[in-house]
């Protein structure tokens, strides 16, 4: 690891003065008497140096100096430099964002490793800065760092426990690990209110569809990460929850009133400010509400400056969502989106397609005047701020003893085990299947869906829940039957349901045409116990009415499978309730499961 002698060699030029001060904590938009000395950084930093303060860029490869070749081609072709040190020295980045498919998070030691060579890359260059490192951390669905790092249950399972404390505890100890990787921003908590069934792009990375109880959880997460330091960025401003269409692949229009943004979407992201949130993430959608130019939110400045900077009173850094999504790219060309998002209120401008282009396009807009540098200079300081509220200045490296000291430590997995055991829900038991007994139903089957893994987790859905049963003292098999099971694989599934006491079917986003839910009939029809167990959204429960008992964990990480199998196996009772309602497959109008509804077993 670089010593802090080498820290202050590279940087010292730039970055002596910057101390103690403002690193202690405190709502990251807090003007502290210390931003005399950001401004005297920002005064001595050229244009370029400036421009690239701005962005987060992707980049390939495990090492900043010496990746993969595949990894170099690729940054070749899609960024023009070989390596991440090349990347922070032909740009000045003020940010990287790691990605499991950019091969930046292969184990622990090498994440810490990867950023130790970025910040080494970056504060040897003239006027060297340390380097904000990010990922999309949420857990549940979307993670970045898998195992051995601990791996909590998502936003909707975390809702489904409805514990305050969990989240808190969540946030502290992911927020712990990260630090430890030298990863010191995280996108995450997600604070859309999902009120939409239909939801692609959010759906259980939202903690439910009640404001004030996603309010209170954003605002406990925000807490434990921060507290932590590291900084939480609550998204998607101004709400995502209530959307058909995926801005990755559209362009989504929100059609609240005014009236029903203040009381729905804009709740959490209220409670977020008041928690001190360090950064807000826009979304590339449409809210003519709050702004009728048909401009997506990340470049509407009614909506950052005058509602998110003015009436919200947020002065903390705005990151764009993802700059390479079809929802902003959808208007405006790659070249005029950074400096219209600029333009609008954002302070970090987040992967573009082409980094040569949008760089150059922020250039072309100070030296055309269409932006000024005093504007560059806002976002940079509060870019500054919060890299100096971390303790970047001063402690930009991480060590290798740390990351063994704090990461997947047994505390934090048993933890994590502990905050899984009050998630899962169970929506449906007649007859009082479950818990399954060792003694009436040794022999499980377990069949279903296996989407692919979240990071790092062991997969696939079907065999860990196989196994954990197994490990519970059933005989437990597995015959992965998929999301579309042809009418042979059903078949296959039934005739193995002959041999055994029970099934346990994994269900993925079941539809009314689904050939999922003529899997869960036809195994229904054999007369065995039926369990099925949402490995994804709640809703499916309302296309299996035959099921003999329906259990939803929000998830298919191996930590909240294991705690479903513990359910089933009745090691624990189920103890989750649900944060979104469930509406009938016959008639949506009419709510079947309402939101609060759980189940459990007899004391």
């Given at each position: ?312 009173g947020y002065d903390g850094v705005v990151v764009t969502d993802s700059l390479g999504m079809e929802g902003v ?125 979240p990071s790092g987790t062991t997969g696939p859905p079907t065999g860990v829940l196989a196994g954990a049963l ?134």
């Amino acid at each position: 690891m670089p010593s802090r002698r080498t820290f202050l060699t590279a940087g010292a030029a730039a970055t002596a003065g910057v101390t103690t001060t403002l690193a202690t904590g405190g709502p990251a938009h807090a003007a502290t008497t210390d931003d005399k000395k950001l401004r005297a950084l920002i005064s001595r930093m050229s244009l370029e140096e400036k421009v690239g303060q701005l962005f987060v860029m992707r980049v390939y490869g495990h090492s900043a100096t010496a990746p993969d070749q595949a990894d170099v081609d690729a940054n070749l072709k899609e960024i023009g430099v070989r390596t991440a040190a090349e990347l922070v020295a032909k740009y000045r980045v003020g940010g990287i964002i790691y990605f499991t498919w950019a091969h930046n998070t292969r184990d622990p030691h090498q994440i810490a490793g990867l950023c130790n060579g970025i910040q080494k890359a970056s504060l040897e260059q003239p006027r060297g800065l340390p380097v904000l490192i990010s990922t999309d951390q949420e857990h549940g669905i979307v993670c970045r760092v898998g195992e051995p790092a601990t791996l909590f249950p998502g936003a909707m399972a975390i809702g489904a426990g409805g514990s305050r404390t969990d989240a808190r505890t969540l946030g502290r100890i992911a927020g712990q690990e990260l630090a430890a990787l030298g990863i010191r921003q995280n996108y995450s908590p997600v604070a859309d209110v999902n009120v939409n069934p239909a939801n692609p792009v959010i759906g259980v990375r939202s903690f439910g569809a009640e404001p004030d109880a996603v309010a209170g959880l954003v605002a406990a997460e925000v807490a434990g990460y921060q507290g932590a330091r590291v900084a939480a960025t609550a998204k998607h401003f101004p709400g995502h929850g209530d959307t058909a269409v995926d801005s990755h692949y559209g362009f989504p229009v929100i059609t609240h009133s005014r009236e029903l943004w203040e009381k729905l979407d804009a709740v959490p992201f209220r409670a977020a400010i008041r928690a001190g949130i360090d950064s807000i993430m826009t979304a590339h959608l449409q809210f003519p509400a709050l702004d009728a130019s048909g401009d997506p939110a990340t470049l509407s400045h009614p909506i950052l400056t005058g509602i998110l900077r003015g009436e919200l009173g947020y002065d903390g850094v705005v990151v764009t969502d993802s700059l390479g999504m079809e929802g902003v790219r959808t208007k405006y060309g790659d070249d005029r989106v950074p400096a219209l998002a600029l333009k609008a209120g954002v302070d970090q401008l987040l992967n573009p397609p082409s980094l040569d282009v949008a760089w150059n396009a922020v250039l072309k807009a100070v030296r055309d005047g269409e932006l000024t540098e005093a504007r560059l200079d806002e976002s940079i300081l509060r870019i500054l701020r919060l890299k100096a509220r971390l303790r970047l200045f001063e402690e930009p490296y991480v060590s290798q003893a740390g990351v063994t000291r704090r990461v997947g430590t047994g505390a934090h997995l048993a933890a994590a085990d502990r905050v899984a055991e009050r998630t899962t829900t169970l929506l449906v038991n007649e007859g009082k299947v479950l818990p399954l007994s060792r003694r009436r139903t040794p022999r499980v089957l377990v069949v279903g869906a296996d989407p692919a893994s979240p990071s790092g987790t062991t997969g696939p859905p079907t065999g860990v829940l196989a196994g954990a049963l197994t490990e519970l003292g059933f005989t437990t098999g597995a015959l992965p039957t998929g999301t579309a099971p042809s009418a042979a694989t059903v078949a296959r599934a039934v005739a193995a349901a002959g041999d055994v006491d029970a099934v346990v079917v994994a269900t993925y986003n079941v539809t009314a045409s689904s050939a999922q839910k003529t899997l869960v009939e036809q195994l229904v029809a054999t007369g065995k116990p039926v369990v099925a167990v949402a490995v994804r959204n709640p809703y499916d429960v309302a296309q299996l009415p035959t099921a003999s008992a329906f259990l939803a964990a929000y998830s298919w990480t191996d930590v909240e499978l294991r705690a479903a199998a513990r359910v089933i196996a009745g090691r624990v009772r189920p103890r989750g309730k649900l944060p979104v309602p469930v509406q009938r497959a016959d008639d949506p109008a009419r709510v079947l499961y309402p939101v609060g509804f759980g189940l459990t077993y007899p004391a």
